[in-house]
């Protein structure tokens, strides 16, 4: 499933799902225009995973959910837990980060 | 990304020849022969195509090439946590 966040409320998506990676991305941002169809593209592929899109300028405490100091910044959560986050635009690297949250 | 390449590309190019530089590059970036260092460059400069955009876009709101620009530093900065 992919979700592109309308409101601020990304702690409540990580809540109601056990597996979730999120994109946080800005609209100047090259980098995360050159990862986002690779990340939609990757969600087709893990149907038990929710995959989210987040603005971190509009949506500044979805943010606080991973340390978000360079964009784009790929954080994965399991039961609510941060796993571990990944600054790249590298498809192997956010692959490896996926298959942390999903356990392959 | 960088503010005097985003002024640069703001001052000497259209709007609709920026949107369509930004297309040409993602498109690209999608070539299976690309490099990764390729990719980072291309990343950087779609972002500073990106910026020259948001810049155009504040000027015509009628704010002044200086104010536009450190407006869209402002909001790239607000983006992250410092």
């Known amino acids: 499933m992919l979700i592109e ?54 949506f500044p ?25 990944v600054q790249t635009n590298k498809e192997d690297q956010l692959k490896n980060l996926i298959n942390e949250v999903t356990g392959n | 990304m960088k503010l005097p390449v985003i002024r640069q590309i703001q001052r000497n190019c259209s709007a609709e020849q920026i949107e369509n530089a930004i297309a040409v590059l993602e498109s690209i970036s999608e070539a299976s022969s690309i490099k990764e260092d390729e990719l980072d460059v291309i990343g950087e400069l779609i972002s500073n195509c990106c910026g020259a955009l948001e810049v155009h876009e504040m000027v015509a709101a009628g704010e002044t090439e200086k104010d536009a620009l450190n407006g869209f530093m402002k909001k790239v900065m607000g983006s992250i946590d410092q």
């Open chain 1, 5 to 58: 966040l309308e409101q601020d409320n990304l702690e409540a998506i990580v809540a109601q799902h056990p597996k979730v990676v999120v994109q946080y991305s800005a609209g100047w941002c090259g980098n995360c225009r050159l990862m986002k169809p690779k990340f939609k593209r990757l969600s087709g592929e893990h149907e038990s995973t929710v995959f989210v899109i987040a603005d971190a300028e509009k």
């Open chain 1, 61 to 85: 405490l979805s943010r606080k959910l991973a340390a978000v100091n360079n964009l784009p910044t790929f954080a994965g959560f399991n039961n609510g837990t941060l796993v571990n986050q």
